[in-house]
């Protein structure tokens, strides 16, 4: 790996560095590595030491995997050009499928069988169609729509490290992708998945995709907030409906109310996409999409949202729910990624449900 990238890969991993202050740093320092080490030496921020990074690639290694900076020519076209998109990529698999167009699925982990059959389903034919799909690997829908498209290409994202089978029920499968698709992540090898990190991932699964299937999607739930990703990043959304009554089907309901595709065949993703429509899918959440991840972005900077977010805090938990509401336009995977930057920072502790307090 040459010097400069070993250079910006330790400043990523650093522990004050996150994607947006990354590409910030950037253009700061057009580009060049040692003037970015001398600018944050200048501020007092340390970066990590070289061996560190130097140990996760000789890992990376040895389990045949590689990297990929957001500069380089294999790195996916469609997911450099979201405004967070991951400087760096850690990759097992077959690269050549990064040539190929993406249609991300995913839905409830606790999936119907039926449900599951008919992902499974869709994926293969969309598949067929010479696409690859993308999803996260967990369980339920995310298992089918990788299992439909193992052999016309399909995307495993992880939360954690892209050494880290979760869950591990799901060691066949990771298996199986790994000799016939493509693994990813943008996390340092060996860290585990934890909660704050999966809203992180879902920006990944929407980024790389050119639109988005949804499967049996509660309000509240993981596969809302992909959705709600794909919006911002222009891309088009469809639902697979359910029943009236099944509380899986809630969230995915709603957005066909608000515009999403209602899908029932593969054929009425393919329609769409060949057509090359734009169908402003609510349009009051859709946001620019930038030509390059190191433009300006528009979501809230994180330096204001930090210093909005820790004065709602005390020693006792306090509800995500309140925060959102006490801090007119954030959005909830803004703060899942500034909660998961203030963590690492060690300024606050996760109460699991209970929400988050200050770290006294």
């Not at 222009?234 to 009554?245: D, L, M, Q, T």
């Amino acid at each position: 790996m040459q010097q400069d990238l070993l250079i910006f890969l330790r400043i990523l991993r650093s522990a004050k560095i996150g994607v947006r202050s990354f590409y910030k740093l950037m253009d700061l320092c057009q580009g060049e590595a040692s003037t970015c080490l001398d600018l944050l030496a200048e501020k007092g921020i340390s970066v990590v030491d070289e061996s560190v990074v130097v140990r996760e690639l000789e890992k990376l290694q040895k389990i045949k995997g590689f990297i990929l900076f957001y500069q380089d020519d294999r790195y996916p076209t469609a997911l450099k050009s979201i405004q967070d998109a991951p400087p760096f990529l850690m990759m097992l698999g077959n690269s050549a499928l990064l040539k190929k167009e993406s249609i991300a699925i995913i839905g409830a982990r606790n999936a119907s069988m039926a449900g599951k059959r008919f992902v499974e389903k869709i994926s293969n034919n969309l598949g067929d169609a010479n696409y690859n799909i993308v999803s996260g690997l967990a369980r339920g829908i995310d298992g089918a729509a990788h299992q439909g498209a193992l052999t016309s290409g399909t995307i495993a994202v992880l939360a954690g490290g892209i050494d880290q089978i979760y869950p591990s029920e799901h060691h066949k499968l990771y298996a199986q992708i790994a000799e016939k698709g493509i693994i990813l992540s943008e996390m340092p090898m060996g860290l585990p998945p934890t909660a704050g990190l999966f809203p992180r991932r879902n920006r990944i699964v929407s980024g790389l995709s050119k639109a988005i299937v949804i499967s049996e999607a509660a309000f509240k739930s993981g596969s809302m907030i992909t959705a709600e990703y794909a919006l911002e990043q222009g891309r088009e959304v469809f639902v697979i409906p359910g029943h009236p009554s099944d509380p899986r089907s809630a969230g995915g309901h709603k957005l066909i109310q608000d515009g999403a595709h209602l899908l029932h065949t593969a054929d009425d993703v393919l329609k769409v996409l060949r057509v090359g429509q734009s169908m402003p899918i609510l349009e009051d959440k859709i946001m620019a999409v930038p030509s390059a991840p190191q433009q300006q972005s528009e979501l809230m900077p994180n330096a204001i949202l930090r210093k909005k977010i820790l004065p709602l805090l005390s020693a006792s938990p306090t509800s995500l729910e309140d925060v959102l509401n006490a801090i007119p336009g954030l959005k909830p995977h803004e703060l899942m990624i500034e909660i998961t930057d203030l963590e690492l920072d060690g300024l606050i502790v996760r109460h699991d449900h209970q929400g988050i307090s200050k770290k006294m």
